[in-house]
């Protein structure tokens, strides 16, 4: 019985991890630190190639970084939904 309860506590905690993981992979603050370090990167990498206004062309793959972000959980319900098979 001891080793029933302590294989339900296990479960359990593993479980309260999936959770947290799936609530950060969610969370708006992740979704706001991944646009800020993406545009940051490609504004510097920009610059460094010396291309004109490396700040402002900076922001269009960012912004289409966050609307994939935004997009795929809706494509990953229609794939769960229509393709994936058990």
């Known amino acids: 019985m001891e080793d029933l309860v302590h294989r339900v506590q296990k479960i359990e905690e593993r479980n309260k991890k999936v959770e947290s993981?799936?609530?950060w992979e969610t969370s708006f603050l992740r979704r706001?630190?991944?646009?800020?370090?993406?545009?940051?990167?490609?504004?510097?990498?920009?610059q460094a190639i010396n291309i004109d206004r490396p700040w402002l062309n900076a922001i269009v793959p960012s912004v289409g970084f966050?609307?994939?972000?935004l997009t795929l959980p809706f494509?990953?319900?229609l794939w769960l939904k229509h393709l994936y098979k058990k």
């Open 21 to 23: 993981d799936k609530a």
């Open 32 to 46: 706001g630190l991944l646009i800020i370090f993406t545009y940051l990167a490609i504004g510097l990498y920009l």
């Open 75 to 77: 494509f990953k319900s």
């Open 66 to 69: 966050l609307l994939s972000t």
